[in-house]
């Protein structure tokens, strides 16, 4: 048995002149349609030419004399009518202006206020009278429902209609519609199922928080055999898409009417129901008739259907948030509306080269018939979370995924362990039916949780292997020393990795989709949303600190919420650094039930800190905490035994155990209540606040003192880390960067031959995450080696002190100038300043000092191997020494524009260069102010007039520039007025283009 479709697009009726293509229509198809038993006349959009109510009655006149001519005579042929609007039936007359606000809060990924359909639907009340004219009913739904057919007896054609245009405008463009993930139609064991729509793909947003553009593509594919669409005036002609078991035809309408009459037509399309076979035809307008201009034949695959269906408790609990996050723009948040796919450390012997994105897992899956895979992460890593969105990705692309908690495994029987976990999961836990299914994944979380002994472990993992081709699963501690040899025999082949916490670009992308929630894409400005989650990123980074925790998601996401001015807390006693730190710690000991007992823990474990910092000690034994629990119990009253508190407190993950030893689980907590005891009398602790200034090299005492900062602002704090600033280095002459500077004319050479007279084009969003990508690939490639802070050289020891110094001086410039005068700010900034100009000065000394030495040692060495031209080597090496000096001043003003800039405080790094007077001082303020502002074109006309016939100076000046440009949206007109400040050629980024069409 054979139906037939005839596809119509893009008619753009206006008056009834088109009435005499109806019997060429008819008689383009006649051969055709004799051979079938039912026939769908199928319009895609754009019926008329504006959406008024005079075209539709045209548009009437029309259908109604298509369906009688193109019947047979003496026929039955059943013939039905199946219709979507396109843009041009929409009719924009008298439509209010508030209907444009409207649509911009209508472009998210999910959408249930009816309002706002009604309210944008209100352009296509003509074409709605013209269907239920035609069709005598209209659906419940104008965004999206079914017309379904019943051709033969158990044979059901289901036509999923889909309204694109429901918010269209007069001047749409590409990537700004939205169908809403809710308005997606399901695929109910339907035997043949047609997709149509006006708008192709490309017009669909990417945009949206889940890409609606992938996700509408992905949702065809897997539930329709074939897509019919319009609107672009296509060549009419299809092509068959093969993914996941599924295929899909899809076919552009081609235009019915347009302006050059060659290139329009309509489309055909026979289905031979028994042999599953589709032909699609264009029939073209060619010498005043319509003819045949291409043929395509294709089979048709039955659609996957699904044998069992999630249970929505469980669908809703994969996307259920595990900590208690708050939003000031979305009362109830979502894992899907933070989440981020965190990258993986292969764990091998070989050098690791490559660290895959967990996404790519997906990929993996789907592109693999077989795949075993082991995730090793700590607690509080995100495993778990990785697997309910891996979880629930693959049950939408068409898998058949089981969750199982490895602390539930008792036995080794994989179909009752299986059944157990359907029953939560699935609408059936008929196991038989699930063994039977193909694209089975199965995600065991926790495997070190698993009660079963060794042996047994072994015998459950070769049974699961033997039932899911596809496994994944995670594991707490390091595979090498805490899997048995039956179980690693067993895990052999399976990839293994380690979930890596997240790197720079990482953080940079969930800042991104935390600022992004509940604002509309339509009108949030992108170069201030970049400035935003630049400056974000910069204070989870010191947040973050040297390894002050890992950089799971858990902990970014809390930071942020401590860092959302509206939801802090009213206490000023503290820093808002300060704040978040303790929101952490309360996170967890909240999740162990003692949100009542909050301050009694706080002082436990204050107490508990420096006890141990006092003894010297970083670890304590159970006995060792029984003995502190005595002395603390001498002190405060408290209920609990020793033994309760320590347990709460490991299960709260405040504290962990290793082997034989306690300690805190993270640095943070450790130095945070540390400082925080200090600072609750800390006039008793100046000669301890003077011991950890003067060993401020140790890691240990320049934390402290960075917490210390956070809880304190006392004068005695503020003066000690003044006097120990000036310390490093004390005798180095600092860098002015002035003319006459030493390291000025020493360098001036070669900076001579640094070219700075381009600047491209480049993407402002791409250049970030390039620099943060760098940045990911320098930090993995260093092997995190630290030599003992006791042992460390005199120069070194002081390297670090002068680093860590301004580390501190800028944390409490950032958090507390509100708390200061002007001239102690500006006395701390200063401070700052001139220590990172020490230090840059030290270096340029000790270089002059012994670069004959250098070069003498070099020739030696050389010469003894061949003969060499001495000239020319020393020529080499002072390039060398020159280009080290470069890098060292480079990179030590960009630390410390990162350590002391602020936004919004421009006034205060104005005045400290004022008073510091030198170009050096005047180039890190500018570096500052156009990383966490913009460039004052007045300012830079200025400063480069301050180091005219200074090269040295000019050329860092253009590297900041450069950078500046590369990554902030700047108006073209101000970007071509900087770029002719700064010096850079005036044709530079048009050659550019030229040269790269």
């Not at 899956?365 to 077989?370: L, N, P, R, W």
């Not at 070769?462 to 179980?487: K, Q, R, W």
């Amino acid at each position: 048995m054979k139906i037939g479709i005839l596809h119509l697009s893009d008619l753009h009726i206006e008056k009834d002149n088109y009435l005499y293509k109806v019997d060429l229509i008819a008689n383009s198809c006649d051969y055709e349609i004799k051979q079938i038993s039912n026939l769908f006349i199928v319009i895609s959009g754009d019926i008329t030419r504006s959406g008024r109510k005079a075209e539709f009655d045209n548009v009437k006149l029309f259908l109604t004399a298509l369906k009688e001519k193109i019947k047979p005579q003496k026929s039955i042929l059943p013939i039905n009518l199946v219709l979507v609007p396109g843009n041009h039936d929409c009719c924009y007359d008298d439509v209010k202006g508030t209907r444009k606000e409207i649509l911009k809060c209508c472009h998210v990924d999910v959408l249930t206020e009816p309002d706002f359909y009604e309210d944008a639907l209100v352009v296509q009340n003509n074409y709605w009278d013209f269907y239920n004219e035609m069709l005598e009913n209209i659906p419940d739904d104008k965004v999206s429902f079914k017309k379904e057919f019943t051709p033969l007896i158990n044979f059901k054609i289901v036509f999923h209609c889909y309204n694109s245009s429901w918010m269209s405008d007069i001047n749409e463009t590409y990537g700004g519609i939205v169908i809403p993930e809710n308005k997606f139609l399901s695929n109910d064991n339907e035997e043949l199922t047609i997709a149509l729509f006006h708008h192709p793909l490309n017009w669909l947003s990417p945009r949206t928080k889940n890409n609606n553009k992938s996700r509408f593509e992905e949702h065809l594919i897997n539930t329709s055999n074939i897509v019919l669409f319009g609107h672009e005036h296509d060549k009419g002609q299809s092509k068959n898409i093969f993914q996941k078991g599924n295929n899909v035809i899809f076919s552009g309408g081609k235009a019915f009417q347009k302006e050059e009459q060659k290139e329009t037509g309509f489309g055909y399309i026979e289905i031979d129901l028994k042999n599953k076979k589709t032909r699609f035809k264009v029939h073209s307008w060619s010498s005043n008739e319509f003819i045949v201009e291409y043929e395509e034949a294709y089979e048709l695959t039955q659609k996957v259907t699904r044998k069992f269906i999630l249970n929505k408790d469980f669908e809703n609990k994969l996307d259920t948030l595990k900590i208690p996050l708050k939003h000031s723009r979305k009362e109830k948040l979502l894992l899907s509306d933070i989440f981020v796919f965190p990258d993986l450390e292969p764990i091998e012997d070989k050098e690791v080269v490559q660290y895959p994105n967990s996404e790519e897992l997906l990929y993996s899956v789907k592109s693999e018939t077989i795949l075993k895979t082991i995730i090793e992460g700590e607690d509080q890593s995100g495993k778990t979370t990785l697997f309910f969105v891996l979880y629930k990705k693959l049950y939408e692309a068409g898998y058949l995924p089981i969750y199982i908690r490895g602390k539930n495994l008792n036995n080794t029987d994989a179909k009752d362990i299986v059944k157990k976990a359907m029953k939560e999961q699935y609408d059936s836990n008929d196991t038989e039916l699930f063994f039977q299914q193909p694209k089975r994944v199965l995600f065991l979380d926790n495997l070190q949780t698993v009660s079963l002994n060794t042996k047994y472990k072994a015998i459950l993992l070769e049974n699961l292997s033997s039932h899911f081709d596809y496994i994944f699963i995670s594991v707490n501690n390091s595979l090498g020393s805490n899997i048995a040899t039956e179980e690693t025999t067993t895990l052999k082949d399976f990839n293994k990795y380690k979930l890596l916490p997240l790197g720079h670009e990482k953080r940079s992308e969930i800042i991104e989709q935390w600022f992004r929630i509940g604002e509309n894409v339509m009108t949030i400005r992108e170069d201030e949303l970049l400035k935003n989650i630049q400056a974000r990123l910069d204070e989870i980074n010191s947040l973050l600190g040297d390894r002050l925790m890992p950089s799971y998601p858990i902990f970014i996401l809390t930071l942020l919420q401590g860092l959302d001015a509206q939801i802090l807390p009213h206490d000023y006693s503290q820093t808002s650094y300060a704040h978040c730190y303790q929101a952490l710690i309360t996170a967890g000991l909240v999740r162990e039930g003692l949100k009542d007992e909050l301050s009694s823990y706080f002082n436990i474990l204050k107490e508990l800190a420096f006890f141990l910092f006092d003894k010297k000690e970083d670890t304590f034994s159970p006995l060792d905490f029984e003995d502190f629990y005595v002395i603390y119990k001498k002190s405060f009253y408290t209920n609990h035994s020793f033994d309760k508190v320590l347990r709460l407190l490991s299960n709260a993950n405040i504290i962990k155990f290793d082997d034989e030893y306690y300690s805190f689980s993270y640095k943070y907590i450790y130095y945070y209540l540390v400082a925080q005891k200090i600072s609750a009398n800390i006039d008793k602790h100046k000669v301890l606040i003077e011991e950890l200034c003067d060993n401020i090299h140790v890691e240990k005492n320049a934390n402290i003192l960075i917490f210390l900062s956070h809880h304190s602002k006392a004068q005695l704090l503020i003066d000690s880390i003044i006097f120990t600033s000036e310390l490093p280095f004390e005798d180095a002459k600092p860098i002015t960067l002035d003319r006459a500077d030493p390291f000025t004319e020493f360098i001036a050479e070669f900076v001579k031959g640094i070219q700075h007279d381009v600047i491209e084009e480049r993407d402002p969003k791409q250049e970030v995450k390039k620099g943060l990508k760098r940045k990911d690939d320098q930090e993995r490639k260093s092997n995190h080696k630290h030599h003992s802070e006791d042992l460390m050289p005199p120069e070194f020891r002081e390297i670090s002190q002068a680093f860590r110094t301004i580390r501190i001086l800028g944390q409490i410039v950032k958090n507390q100038k509100g708390d200061f005068e002007k001239g102690k700010l500006e006395e701390l900034v200063e401070s700052a300043y001139r220590t990172g100009f020490r230090l840059v000065g030290f270096f340029a000394d000790l270089i002059e000092k012994d670069k004959q030495l250098f070069i003498e040692a070099i020739s030696e060495k050389l010469n003894k191997k061949s003969n060499v031209d001495i000239k020319e080597i020393e020529k080499t090496v002072l390039s060398f020494l020159q280009y080290i000096s470069w890098r060292i001043c480079m990179d030590s003003f960009t630390n410390l524009m990162f350590a002391v800039g602020t936004k919004g405080s421009d006034e205060l790094f104005e005045a400290v260069s004022r008073r510091i007077d030198s170009s050096a001082a005047k180039i890190v303020t500018f570096a500052i102010k156009s990383y966490y502002g913009s460039i004052n074109t007045n300012d830079l006309k200025q400063l480069f007039k301050d180091v005219e016939n200074n090269y040295l100076a000019q050329s860092i000046l253009r590297v900041y520039v450069r950078k500046h440009l590369y990554t902030n949206f700047v108006e073209k007109s101000k970007k071509d007025q900087i770029i002719r400040i700064a010096g850079f050629k005036p044709n530079a980024i048009m050659a550019r283009k030229k040269l790269n069409p």
